[in-house]
């Protein structure tokens, strides 16, 4: 007979776990509001004989038919009230006499253990927040708030300030619990620390019989410090054990606790096993753990069938063991799914593989197609659970690794798809550069080099990094000479650096429309740059050029370098008219910079090109759209570097984006003008940085991006990694890009090429006829890759030192004359930034050359789906490989662990895992 009590709600009713799917009842009893306990038992009695009745098809009392045995709660709901109808009905009972009537008051439950001697939480409770303020301001934070007397573990939350612990006692005064009724009074308590652990036993005439002892597995993830992944059975013979199992035991004899199942939460402090709360009644989670808890103790028993005999058969109880055997005669645990990604599910392939696991058991989704998945922060984000069973530990391991490894790659979901953006780390992927009037940054890290918050560090201790700015004069007359650079930000700023150090005198043309907060834009190994002279451009080319000529004066310009992607069509035109080394504007090649005709130039020359449509409105490329297989790639035909560079995933999100290029502006400042739409390239990228001296072209450096899936993000930049110069793809990829090279006129200065290798072979994403960017961070670690030489000296070389340029190698060595890589920083957290102590510990590294970050304390960082988000950049290199790799372990350690920063923690849910209430649970 099921008994209800009163308030509870009529959903957890119908909350049958799939195992008790042909549960039924010989009568249901709800306890009214208005019944007393007597009310109740002769409602119980009186359905019991109408049943009987029914049975034997005559009237009849009670004794003719059915007896009523025991009393057991089946939830912690109802708890108190089969305390006092077992004892009211003279069946078996915990009673409900003096303090013990309130055993499922948590404050009660510490009282009374305190008062036996044992260690108990600091606490204290009331109606009204009056009556904890002085624990509050007296106790450190944090600190857990929680009802005295709810459904298990609901609305317990951890609290990080004082404000946050008032407004959460308010609210759990106003809502209802997760079994109906409400809470009347508040209990607060201190924050234990260490690791949690589960006790359940069976208790029959005050002898307590341990069923099984879990301990929870908790890490930090997504900025949440703890984040469950599941919980696993401890041998009872371990060292943990021997002092969790008298603890529990005292606990129970502290709380009277003589019959029935008991589910203990204890954690082991420093000062010993403390009690959490002690849940009067079975272990919950729908009995999904119970296959396994039967393995562990060989098949015989678990917490089910010893409750049932503890109430009902003392022979069946006295032959069950003191504790599960040791060690434990099976492998499981219960598995918690989290989730690194967010979104609106499709499907979830994840969960079918899940099932065809060998150690798979029981599978407890909380996402079903439609819903929407979240970041796990806590179990209410959790998106499911599983229990892995085997009697080989070695296959339960690897079924385990194999569930981390698909949460990992966010192979759980398919969600509903939207734009993804695919810009390359360019100078504004931490945030540097302009927005339009009236638009707003979408995160808080933005900064420019001027700002306090951008943070960069260059390493100062090792002296193999120095050099690269000694005076080398390349001519006798270079003191009387001026080179121009336009644009000279980011890499640009070093070249012309470079410059100087060889006794020239440079002239900065910036561009029509280029920000002045780009002008800014200066690396920090440059430190302050002082120009010559700095011009603006003019209305035509022959105004700019008059106004060289003026402020060069006596000086011979001598050069004319592109400093930025903003710069490249103003220093071919600027340096043809000059007279100087140039690539010209002949023809078609005055608009290589385009990528619609970078494209179309080596597509004309037979090499392999990307299929393509441009356009200045929608109906420019609608066709091609509705002919392509999406996804698609979307970009501006003239932006500076990748930025507006996305991936669409159907024909709504490719027509959005299009509209959208033509509002935002371009990171080196101006309006985009047309719009590429691209077949989407399958394959690794790589990037083949070139310096070329009339038409002899010379590979300086080859790099392969790091991308991989992270937090529901296809492709999120992990680094850049070099390229031997020797290897089988290296080869493909510089005579492809020495091909395109040609195809684009570009016979002199700096290269920057942007290949993928597909399956069919190399292929042209763009070539940004310019050097490298970001900041030249690259560059220490580019001259240690050589031996004392990077794409910043070469390019230099190539303009004004042609018996260096020539000398230089063709490739770089092979192999490389030293180990290192650019590390992208990736956030698994987002929060308000209160301290960054893995940026410090970073610069630490034996392998650190430079960190460059936008987040400061007081950032919001947010987590990285892509380079706008990215929150960080870090150059490691040594002579020693595995130095190296061992510094990019622990950089990806700290990101997993969130140990970059620290975040201000809001208050967070606790709710314990055996009160979750998985939905739509399946068997296989």
Aim: net charge negative; proline share 4%.
């Amino acid at each position: 007979m099921a008994i209800w009590t009163k308030g509870f709600s009529a959903e957890m009713k119908t909350h049958v776990p799939v195992s008790c799917r042909d549960l039924t009842y010989i009568a249901q009893v709800d306890d009214l509001p208005e019944w007393s306990l007597e009310d109740l038992a002769k409602a119980v009695k009186a359905a019991a004989a109408d049943h009987a009745a029914q049975k034997l098809g005559k009237r009849s009392i009670l004794g003719d038919y059915y007896t009523i045995v025991g009393c057991i709660a089946g939830g912690e709901a109802g708890v108190d009230m089969a305390d006092l109808l077992s004892e009211h009905l003279g069946v078996m009972s915990n009673g409900a006499q003096g303090d013990f009537a309130n055993r499922r008051d948590k404050k009660v439950q510490q009282d009374l253990v305190r008062d036996k001697g044992m260690r108990a939480v600091r606490q204290a409770c009331g109606e009204r927040f009056e009556d904890v303020v002085e624990f509050l301001k007296s106790e450190s934070f944090p600190v857990v708030l929680k009802p005295t007397d709810s459904a298990g573990s609901d609305g317990v939350k951890l609290c990080q300030t004082f404000e946050e612990a008032k407004e959460h006692f308010e609210h759990l005064l106003t809502v209802e619990a997760v079994n109906g009724g409400y809470n009347t009074e508040v209990l607060c308590q201190e924050f234990l620390r260490g690791k949690e652990y589960v006790v359940d036993c069976v208790s029959r005439n005050g002898v307590h019989k341990v069923m099984m002892v879990w301990v929870y597995d908790k890490r930090p993830r997504n900025g949440s410090e703890f984040v469950y992944f599941g919980f696993l059975p401890v041998d009872p013979q371990s060292e943990e054990a021997k002092m969790l199992i008298p603890y529990n035991k005292g606990v129970l004899d502290a709380l009277g606790m003589a019959h029935g199942p008991s589910h203990g939460e204890v954690i082991i402090t420093k000062d010993g096993p403390c009690l959490v709360e002690m849940n009067c009644r079975a272990h919950g989670a729908d009995g999904n753990w119970a296959p396994l808890a039967r393995a562990l103790t060989g098949g015989k028993y678990c917490q089910i069938e010893a409750s049932a005999a503890a109430y009902l058969d003392e022979e069946e109880f006295n032959n069950i063991p003191d504790a599960p055997p040791s060690p434990l005669q099976a492998h499981g645990q219960v598995v918690n799914f989290v989730s690194y990604s967010k979104g609106k599910v499709k499907s979830m392939p994840g969960f079918d593989v899940v099932k065809k696991l060998p150690s798979f058991v029981w599978l407890s989704p909380s996402a079903s197609v439609g819903s929407e998945v979240k970041y796990t922060i806590d179990l209410i984000t959790c998106p499911g659970s599983c229990v892995l069973m085997n009697d080989d530990g070695a296959v339960l391991e690897k079924d385990l690794e194999f569930i981390r490894y698909l949460e990992d790659i966010n192979g759980l979901f398919v969600y509903e798809t939207k734009g993804e953006s695919l810009a390359r780390p360019t100078a504004a992927t931490f945030g540097i550069g302009s927005l339009p009037a009236g638009k707003k940054a979408s995160h808080n890290r933005t900064a420019t080099v001027d700002r306090p918050n951008f943070l960069r560090i260059m390493s100062q201790d090792r002296p193999e990094l120095r050099g690269g700015l000694m005076k080398r004069f390349t001519t006798v007359d270079a003191s009387k000479e001026v080179v121009v650079v336009v644009d000279p930000y980011s890499t640009g700023c070093i070249i012309a650096k470079e410059v100087q150090s060889r006794g020239y005198k440079v002239i900065a043309l910036w561009t029509t429309g280029f920000s002045e907060e780009m002008k800014k834009h200066v690396p920090l190994s440059c430190g302050v740059m002082n120009y010559y002279e700095e011009v603006n451009e003019g209305d035509d080319v022959g105004e700019t050029t008059r106004e060289l000529y003026k402020v060069a004066g006596k000086l011979r310009i001598v050069a004319c370098i592109c400093g930025g992607e903003a710069g490249v069509d103003v220093a071919d035109l600027i340096s043809e008219r000059l007279m100087v080394r140039t690539n010209g504007t002949e023809g078609a090649f005055a608009f290589r910079r385009d990528k619609k005709v970078q494209q179309e130039l080596i597509k004309a020359d037979g090499i392999r090109s990307i299929r393509q449509a441009a356009g200045k409105q929608w109906s420019d490329v609608e066709s091609f759209l509705k002919s392509e297989t999406f996804p698609v790639v979307l970009k501006p035909t003239d932006s500076a570097g990748s930025d507006g560079v996305k991936l669409c995933h159907d024909i709504g999100e490719a027509k959005d984006h299009f509209h959208d290029l033509f509002e935002t502006e371009a990171v080196n400042g101006g309006f985009n003008t047309e719009v590429l739409c691209q077949e989407f390239l399958r394959g690794k990228e790589y990037v083949i940085d070139t310096v070329s001296r009339e038409g002899e072209h010379k590979t300086v450096a080859i790099w392969c991006y790091d991308k991989r899936p992270a937090n529901g993000a296809a492709f999120v930049y992990f680094g850049m990694v070099p390229v031997d110069s020797g290897s089988l793809e290296a080869k493909l990829l510089t005579n492809y890009t020495y091909r395109v090279l040609d195809a684009l006129g570009m016979k002199n200065g700096p290269g920057h090429c942007e290949v993928i290798l597909t399956a069919g072979g190399p292929c042209l994403v763009e070539m940004n006829c310019r050097a490298q960017g970001g900041d030249g961070t690259w560059r220490p670690l580019a001259r240690a890759l050589t031996g004392g030489y990077s794409q910043v000296e070469a390019s230099v070389d190539a303009y004004l030192d042609k018996k260096a340029f020539y000398s230089l190698p063709k490739i770089p060595p092979s192999p490389a004359k030293a180990f290192g890589q650019e590390v992208m920083l990736v956030s698994y957290a987002e929060g308000d930034v209160i301290g960054i102590p893995g940026y410090d510990d970073i610069k630490e590294f034996e392998s650190f050359v430079y960190l460059e970050t936008g987040v400061s304390v007081g950032s919001k960082v947010e987590h990285t789906v892509d380079l706008n988000t990215c929150v960080g950049s870090v150059i490691l290199m040594h002579n020693d490989e595995e130095v190296v790799k061992k510094d990019i372990a622990k950089i990806r350690e700290m990101e997993k662990n969130n140990k970059l920063f620290k975040l201000r923690q809001s208050s967070q849910m606790m709710r314990a895992v055996s009160t979750l209430n998985f939905h739509d649970l399946s068997l296989a």
